[in-house]
């Protein structure tokens, strides 16, 4: 993401269009994400019963849950380092 410096919008305004556009991207995708999720969590249930989900099966859902939110942080955090960057130059 970082080496699209060079062709990023250089009008603040568009560049908030940009990030803008940008978050409603990330946000799409974690929506995706967490469909799919249900989606599989029910497919898990139907083929194995409600009772197949253990202690490891939740943690480890926990913890894609977080890798997840951590990449989209990432992903904002580098958008505003972006926007800032823009700004100030």
Sequence with gaps: ML???????????????????????????????EKLRHQLAGHRSHRFGTS????EQLQLALEATEISIAKMESVRSSVYGLIRFMLHQ
């Design 52 to 55: 197949s989900e253990t202690i």
């Design 3 to 33: 080496d699209a410096v060079n062709s990023l919008p250089e009008d603040p305004e568009e560049l908030r269009r940009f990030t803008a556009l940008l978050l409603a991207e990330v946000k799409s995708q974690a929506m995706l994400i």
